[in-house]
Nanobody, 124 residues
Framework: QVQLVESGGGLVQAGGSLRPSCAAS????????MAWFRQAPGAEREFVAA????????YYADSVKGRFTISRDNAKNMVYLQMNSLKPEDTAVYYC?????????????????WGQGTQVTVSS
C-alpha cells in the first residue's frame, strides 16, 4: 500500500508558476505509476498528467500540454508537477494518485491510492 501527501500549492497570479510535490511512503514506490488529477469547484475530477514507474514515459491532458511537467525521484519517493504559465482556469484542488505497475491515462477510477489534495488558486 502507498500513502501519498501533497504539498506546494498556493495562490499565484496568472502567468506565474507553482511546483506541487507529492511524498510517497513505502519501499516499493518504484513499482507504482504516478499521476496528478485536479478538481475545480462543481466539476468532476480530471486527469492532468501521468508518469511511468521509471520516469521515461509521461502523458498530459491537452489543456496543460506545454505548460506543465510531471517528474519523479524514485530515490526520494517524490513526484512533482511543475506548472508554468498558469491560467485562472487551472484553479483547482490538485491530487496525487498511484497505481501498481502500468501507467494509464483516463478517469480517476484507474488509480488506487490518493493523497488529500493541495489547493492551487490562480488569480487574473
Amino acid at each position: 500500500q502507498v500513502q501519498l501527501v501533497e504539498s506546494g500549492g498556493g495562490l499565484v497570479q496568472a502567468g506565474g508558476s507553482l511546483r506541487p510535490s507529492c511524498a510517497a511512503s513505502g519501499r516499493t514506490f518504484r513499482n507504482y505509476a504516478m499521476a496528478w488529477f485536479r478538481q475545480a469547484p462543481g466539476a468532476e475530477r480530471e486527469f492532468v498528467a501521468a508518469i511511468s514507474r521509471g520516469g521515461l514515459s509521461t502523458y498530459y491532458a491537452d489543456s496543460v500540454k506545454g505548460r506543465f511537467t510531471i517528474s519523479r525521484d524514485n530515490a526520494k519517493n517524490m513526484v512533482y508537477l511543475q506548472m508554468n504559465s498558469l491560467k485562472p482556469e487551472d484553479t483547482a484542488v490538485y491530487y496525487c494518485a498511484s497505481r501498481l505497475l502500468t501507467v494509464l491515462v483516463g478517469p480517476p477510477q484507474l488509480y488506487d491510492y490518493w493523497g488529500q489534495g493541495t489547493q492551487v488558486t490562480v488569480s487574473s
